[in-house]
């Protein structure tokens, strides 16, 4: 198993519009192989500020997805609420 963790800045006033689009993406990605879970944070005193983490069952399910039609139609709506490129980080248990 692996964990995606990605970090989003939104453009202050459009955190609703964000909201529903990173529902939009999370749904979209229910169905996909490999796909186990996600959840999607605020920080604390900082609205314009997201983490997303995600659990897929290997980097192979994760690349497919990441470079897959859906999520490029997902992050159409997403990435103009974004004041910077999203940053993602792949983790994976210690040995």
Known sequence: MIKIIIERRIMPGLEEEYEQAAREAMRASLGVRGFVGGES????????????????????????WHSSEARANAMQQILPLLTEDETIRIYEASR
């Open 41 to 64: 944070l605020v920080e604390l005193g900082h609205t314009d500020r997201r983490l997303m983490i995600t659990k897929w069952r290997d980097l192979r399910a994760w690349n497919e």
